[in-house]
């Protein structure tokens, strides 16, 4: 099982998890399924905890469709609680890197 975090902000809902925890990549069809309310865990997309070359953490931001978007606000919003509840920041001010910028 692949361990996960589901957080919820403004409206929408995101379900964390580490890119490190993941045995491969993850397919479209397999986001789809994850995101499915019906028959997964059921969230408006999935945030991806990746490596980054010139921020402090990384982000990748999947669509419930399995399409990958540049950035979301909310999901952005999620995935800094993500951080700060975790452990992974100790400062109050970070970097985050999506393929928007």
Known sequence: MI???KGHG???DYIVIRGSDLPGP???AAITRICD???GVGS????LLVPASRADFGLRIFNPDGSEAEKSGNGL???AKY????G???KTTFTVETPGG
């Open 37 to 39: 309310r019906n028959r």
């Open 26 to 28: 993850l397919s479209p």
């Open 77 to 79: 919003r999620i995935f």
């Open 44 to 47: 408006d997309g999935i945030l």
């Open 88 to 90: 992974h920041v100790k």
């Open 83 to 86: 951080l700060w509840d975790h």
């Open 10 to 12: 403004l409206g929408n």
């Open 3 to 5: 361990p996960f975090v």
